[in-house]
C-alpha cells in the first residue's frame, strides 16, 4: 500500500498511515537511552516513524502496561540441523529472539562434498548431541556451497537467521582425512579463501572455529589444526565482504590455554580487523579466579587495539543427565562413555551388569564426583523410584550405605536408564559474579547454545532470564542495559545491519513484552524431534507479541502464518 507522511510542524514527528502501528507501550529502543512512552509505525518491514504521532494504521496493536523492544539477538545458536524442518527455530521466537547466529564452535553443514556429509553428522552428534536419525530423517543436504544451503532454508524462514561458515566444515570440504592430520598448504589456504570469500557473498556473517572441540574418535576437530596463516587469511578473505566476525571456542579445560586462546585472537584481529568472539566466559567455584582472568585477558587485548570479545550468559550451567540419551558431562568417563554409545538394549544391559558394576562405579567417583555430589533425581518412571524423585543423591546414598554411583546406576536401570538426573547451582550461578560478568563492557550476551544438546537443557531462553532474574528479581540492571546488551550491542559488534534498535529505517523486529511477568517457563522434556528424538523445551511468559519483519510471527504464545524471516 503506498504510504502518504505529513510533517508535524514543530515535532517534526511523521504523520500518515502505515501497516503497523503500535501505541501506548513503554518504548525502549535498544540504544541504551532512557525508555519513554510512545508508538511505533512500520509499513514494508521497515520502521517508518517512532513517537508521539505517527499517523493511524491499517492494523493496531494496543500495547498500554507493555515494553515494546527491539527483537533480541542470540549470538551463539546451533539451530544449523533444525532450521531444516523447524523454520522458527522454536521455542527461541517464544523469549523475543527475532534473530539467531549459528555455525558456531567451527560446525555448518556447508560446504560439503556429496559423499562428506557423514563426517559433518557424527562431528554435530558428538559435538552439538544432534543425533544421526535425526539427520537421517530431516536434513537432507541437497547442497554443496554455502550459498545452496542458505537458500535451502530461506524460503518460510519465520525467524532471521545470521549463518557462520564453519572452520571445521570448510577445511574438511578442501583437505578430506588430511584436515585432521596436518597444516594446510599455500594453494589448500588459497581455495577455503575463496570458498570463504563466496559464502560472505552469498549472504554469511562470519566464520567460527574451535580451539577445545574433539570428533567421534576423540580426535581434535579439523580446526585445531590450522595455523596462524591459514587463520588470518580466513579472516582477510572474511573482511573484504566489509563485515564479519570470527567466533570461537577456547581450550577452557586449561585456564593458561584459555587466555594464550584469547591473546591468539587479539594478534588474528590486530592482522585482519575483525571482530573476534570467545565463548563462554563462566563462573566456577572450583577455579574461582578464572573469570577474572578471562577479563583481565580481553581488556589486554583492547588496550593493543585488538577488538575480541567475550560471551556469557544469564543462566547457571543447569544441566540434566539421562543414561538413555547422551551426555557431554560423561565424556571423560571412557567406560560409561563407551556405554552411551550402544543401542538402547545393549546400553542398559552393560550398566545393569553386576560384573561391570564395580569399574563403572570406580570410574564415575574418580572422574566425575562433584557431578555426583550436585545430582538429584527428577522425572522417574517406576514405581519404586517414585520415593527418589526430588531427592539429592547424597541423601539416599547415605540412606543406604551405597556409593553415590551406585545410587545413580541403581535408579537409572529400574526406569530403563530413562531417569532424569539433574544438576543445579554449580557452575555460573553466584548472581553477584554472574551480573559482574554480564556487565562487563567486553562480554556480549551469549553462549546459549540452543538448538544443541537438547536433551540436556534447553538453551533457548536466556533473554527471558536474564529480564525475569538480573533486571526484575535481582535488580542487578537496568531494563534499558539489559535491552541494549541483547539487541543494539551485539548488532552494533557483529555488523547484524539494520537491526538491534527501534530506530527510523530499521527493519521491524519487535517484541512487545510484560515486564512485572516476563519469565523463561520451565524445561519441559518432549518428544517432537526428527527421528523419533526428543529434547528440552521451555515456554516463556510475558511476551505478549513478536514482531519479525514486520509481521507478527508470535501472538500471546501462539506462532502465526506470517514467515518473514530473512538471511542476515
Known amino acids: 500500500m503506498p504510504i502518504v507522511w505529513v510533517i508535524n510542524d514543530k515535532a517534526g514527528n511523521i504523520m500518515g498511515r502505515s501497516q503497523l502501528v503500535i501505541r501506548n507501550g513503554r518504548i525502549i529502543d535498544g540504544t541504551g537511552a532512557d525508555g519513554y512512552f510512545g508508538d511505533l509505525a512500520i509499513s514494508d518491514g521497515k520502521i517508518v516513524a517512532v513517537g508521539d504521532a505517527v499517523g493511524s494504521g491499517d492494523q493496531e496493536i494496543d500495547a498500554k502496561g507493555m515494553i515494546v523492544a527491539p527483537g533480541f ?219 577474572k582472568r578471562s577479563l583481565a585477558k580481553l581488556e589486554e587485548q583492547q588496550r593493543r587495539g585488538a577488538k575480541v570479545f567475550g560471551q556469557s550468559m544469564p543462566r547457571s550451567f543447569d544441566i540434566n543427565i539421562i543414561l538413555s540419551e547422551t551426555s557431554f558431562m560423561l565424556y571423560s568417563v571412557r567406560r560409561w562413555d563407551m556405554l552411551m554409545k550402544l543401542p538402547l538394549a545393549e546400553r542398559l544391559a552393560g550398566f545393569a551388569d553386576p560384573q561391570a558394576r564395580p569399574v563403572l562405579v570406580e570410574a564415575a567417583e574418580r572422574r566425575i564426583l562433584p557431578l555426583l555430589r550436585n545430582m538429584a533425581v527428577g522425572r522417574v518412571y517406576s514405581p519404586e523410584n517414585e520415593k527418589y524423585l526430588g531427592r539429592k543423591l547424597t541423601d539416599i546414598s547415605q540412606e543406604l550405605g551405597k556409593s553415590l554411583a551406585d545410587v545413580m546406576l541403581d535408579i537409572a536401570v529400574a526406569d530403563g536408564l530413562k531417569t532424569e538426573f539433574q544438576i543445579r547451582g554449580a557452575i555460573h550461578a553466584d548472581p553477584e559474579i554472574v551480573s559482574t560478568i554480564l556487565d562487563h563492557p567486553l562480554i556480549h550476551i551469549g553462549g546459549s547454545d540452543a538448538g544443541a544438546h537438547v536433551t540436556q537443557f534447553c538453551g533457548a531462553g536466556d533473554t527471558t532470564d536474564m529480564l525475569e532474574r538480573y533486571v526484575r528479581s535481582y535488580g542487578k540492571m537496568s531494563l534499558e542495559r539489559a535491552i541494549y546488551r541483547m539487541t543494539g550491542e551485539p548488532a552494533k559488534d557483529w555488523g547484524i545491519r539494520e537491526r538491534g534498535t527501534l530506530q527510523i529505517g530499521q527493519a521491524a523486529d519487535v517484541v512487545i513484552f510484560n515486564a512485572d511477568t516476563v519469565a523463561r517457563g520451565e524445561e519441559i522434556f518432549v518428544g517432537d524431534f526428527p527421528g523419533e528424538a526428543n529434547r528440552y523445551v521451555r515456554h516463556a511468559t510475558g511476551i505478549e507479541k513478536v514482531i519479525v519483519n514486520g509481521a507478527v510471527v508470535l501472538d500471546q504464545g501462539q506462532y502465526t502464518e506470517s514467515r518473514l524471516g530473512q538471511i542476515i
Open 73 to 291: 539477538i542470540d549470538i551463539h545458536t546451533h539451530y544449523d540441523p533444525q532450521i531444516c524442518w523447524d523454520r522458527l527455530a522454536t521455542p527461541s521466537l517464544e523469549h523475543g529472539v527475532t534473530t539467531v547466529v549459528m555455525g558456531n564452535c567451527s560446525l555448518s553443514l556447508a560446504p560439503v562434498r556429496p559423499n562428506g556429509s557423514a563426517k559433518l553428522i557424527k562431528m554435530f552428534e558428538k559435538i552439538e548431541d544432534i543425533k544421526e536419525p535425526t539427520f537421517a530423517a530431516a536434513v537432507p543436504f541437497s547442497w554443496e556451497s554455502f550459498g545452496d544451503y542458505l537458500d535451502h532454508i530461506r524460503p518460510g524462514l519465520g525467524i532471521n537467521i545470521g549463518a557462520l561458515v564453519g572452520h571445521s566444515a570448510l577445511r574438511y570440504y578442501v583437505m578430506g582425512a588430511d584436515s585432521q592430520e596436518r597444516i594446510a598448504t599455500d594453494g589448500e589456504i588459497d581455495e577455503m579463501c575463496r570458498l570463504m570469500e563466496e559464502a560472505m557473498a552469498a549472504g554469511a556473517l562470519g566464520l567460527s572455529t574451535s580451539y577445545v572441540d574433539i570428533d567421534e574418535d576423540g580426535r581434535p576437530v579439523p580446526s585445531r589444526l590450522a595455523d596462524m596463516r591459514e587463520k588470518v587469511a580466513l579472516c582477510k578473505a572474511m573482511a573484504k565482504s566489509g563485515r564479519g566476525v570470527l567466533q570461537t571456542v577456547p581450550y577452557f579445560i586449561d585456564i593458561e590455554q584459555q587466555l594464550a586462546n584469547i591473546e591468539e585472537l587479539g594478534d588474528i584481529s590486530l592482522a585482519s580487523g575483525v571482530v573476534c568472539s570467545v565463548a563462554p566466559i563462566t563462573y566456577s567455584p572450583v577455579a574461582p579466579e578464572n573469570w
